[in-house]
């Protein structure tokens, strides 16, 4: 039996690591993004693993920012989001039909995720 005063490290530990709550997720990806900024930030500034390693910092950062930014709106369209990016893979194959592995790829990666929600 567990120690009673260690029961809501449990519980707290279990809300975290479900990561069902989207304000957890969302401020999870706020703070990862603004570390790469920062990261970015000083690696330009003071010349710490050079323009290659800021220049990438600073990328992730943004787009990791635009995401934190766009999270509530892209929780609302979730199941339209799915049928726009299979009518854009169906007009991505019609033409271009050698990417026909990486969208088939795309897809399996897809149906996994899926299954294990």
Do not use: N
């Amino acid at each position: 039996m567990p120690c009673p005063d260690l029961a809501w490290t449990r519980h707290y530990s279990q809300q975290i690591m479900s990561a069902k709550e989207p304000g957890l997720q969302r401020s999870a990806i706020g703070v990862i993004a603004l570390a790469l900024l920062l990261s970015a930030a000083v690696c330009h500034w003071f010349g710490q693993g050079g323009t290659a390693a800021a220049s990438a910092l600073g990328r992730v950062g943004v787009v990791l920012a635009m995401l934190w930014l766009a999270l509530p709106e892209l929780s609302l369209v979730r199941g339209k989001l799915v049928w726009v990016l299979l009518a854009g893979a169906m007009g991505l194959l019609l033409l271009k039909p050698k990417l026909a592995p990486v969208v088939l790829l795309f897809c399996a990666v897809y149906a996994v995720l899926r299954m294990r929600r």
